[in-house]
């Protein structure tokens, strides 16, 4: 074997195991970490002796079908049991989806669930009528620029305010000047968080007590955790809890896939959020 043969022969073996490896981080991004359903446990503030309220968020879900992504999520929510279940958009993304919505909400746990619209409810095309009146009959009170004022045990009352889209649609700002029962435990849920960094969102003096979004997916395809990209409308958010001037800002990584049916690196979540 002449001296070209042996330098040849390691260069072959390196394309060989760069192609074993790209082909396997392929089959972990479609396969694998699309299921891997991440629950986060976070504690906001001091209640004293009172019961903390323990909210549930889901966001993201573009539902598609009714597999074992959508079953697990249901079975965590059951495990967790919490006060208030909170949809914060992108759950649908087609028409054709509301039958897997209505499906999966008639076994989604919860006294009281709250839902808002995110970018593809507006883009999608689907009739929002009807998106509402299947909310409506499964428990679910969906919140367009509009509040929803709650009784959880004896002794706390929860506001939620829940805005529409920043990227699909217009919220209302007024909304949380609407405000007005401060001894009320205050949540605002918008499904873009870019919106919390508006100047007319940062002048607000309303207290509110934890915002909640999602729409980044955490960039749901990562360099390792390093989001590559995230869409229009997520402004410096990529996931996790943040300080805005409004409010302490809760961003979902979400629990489905939106352009390419992937993951890398940005598990999918649902978090319980306890204050």
């Given at each position: 074997?002449?001296a070209?043969?042996?330098?040849s022969?390691?260069?072959?073996?390196?394309?060989?195991w760069?192609?074993?490896?790209?082909?396997?981080a392929?089959?972990?991004?479609?396969?694998?970490?699309?299921?891997?359903?991440?629950?986060s446990?976070?504690?906001?503030?001091?209640?004293?002796d009172?019961k903390?309220?323990?909210?549930?968020?889901?966001s993201?879900?573009?539902?598609?079908?009714?597999g074992?992504?959508?079953?697990?999520?249901?079975?965590?929510?059951?495990?967790?049991?919490?006060?208030?279940?909170v949809?914060?958009?992108d759950?649908?993304?087609?028409?054709?989806?509301?039958?897997?919505l209505?499906?999966?909400?008639?076994?989604?746990?919860?006294?009281i669930?709250?839902?808002?619209?995110?970018?593809?409810?507006?883009?999608g095309g689907i009739?929002?009528?009807?998106?509402?009146?299947?909310y409506?009959?499964?428990?679910?009170?969906?919140?367009v620029?509009?509040i929803?004022?709650?009784?959880v045990g004896?002794?706390?009352?929860?506001?939620?305010?829940?805005?529409?889209?920043?990227?699909?649609?217009?919220?209302?700002?007024?909304?949380?000047?609407?405000?007005?029962?401060s001894?009320?435990?205050?949540?605002v849920?918008?499904?873009?968080?870019?919106?919390?960094?508006?100047?007319?969102?940062?002048?607000?003096?309303?207290?509110?007590?934890?915002?909640?979004?999602?729409?980044?997916h955490?960039g749901?395809?990562?360099?390792?955790g390093?989001?590559i990209?995230?869409?229009r409308?997520?402004g410096?958010?990529?996931?996790?809890?943040?300080?805005?001037?409004?409010?302490?800002?809760?961003v979902?990584?979400?629990?489905?896939?939106?352009?390419?049916?992937?993951r890398?690196?940005?598990?999918?979540e649902?978090?319980?959020?306890e204050?």
């Amino acid at each position: 074997m002449n001296a070209d043969g042996l330098r040849s022969m390691p260069l072959k073996n390196s394309y060989a195991w760069v192609a074993i490896c790209m082909l396997l981080a392929s089959l972990y991004a479609i396969f694998i970490e699309p299921n891997w359903i991440e629950v986060s446990h976070v504690k906001l503030g001091e209640v004293g002796d009172g019961k903390r309220v323990k909210v549930l968020l889901l966001s993201d879900m573009h539902l598609s079908d009714f597999g074992y992504r959508e079953r697990r999520v249901l079975k965590l929510a059951e495990e967790l049991q919490p006060d208030i279940v909170v949809l914060s958009g992108d759950i649908v993304e087609a028409p054709d989806e509301l039958v897997i919505l209505d499906k999966f909400l008639t076994s989604l746990v919860g006294d009281i669930k709250v839902a808002v619209l995110g970018n593809w409810e507006h883009w999608g095309g689907i009739d929002l009528q009807a998106l509402r009146r299947i909310y409506e009959e499964r428990g679910v009170k969906l919140l367009v620029n509009e509040i929803g004022e709650y009784r959880v045990g004896d002794d706390r009352t929860l506001t939620i305010v829940g805005t529409d889209d920043f990227t699909g649609s217009k919220p209302d700002i007024n909304v949380l000047e609407q405000i007005k029962n401060s001894n009320s435990t205050t949540l605002v849920v918008q499904h873009s968080p870019e919106w919390f960094d508006q100047t007319e969102v940062q002048v607000l003096k309303t207290r509110i007590n934890l915002c909640l979004s999602g729409h980044t997916h955490g960039g749901q395809v990562t360099f390792f955790g390093i989001p590559i990209w995230t869409p229009r409308g997520s402004g410096g958010y990529v996931a996790g809890l943040y300080k805005t001037s409004l409010c302490p800002l809760y961003v979902s990584r979400g629990i489905g896939t939106s352009i390419a049916p992937i993951r890398f690196f940005s598990k999918p979540e649902i978090t319980l959020i306890e204050i």
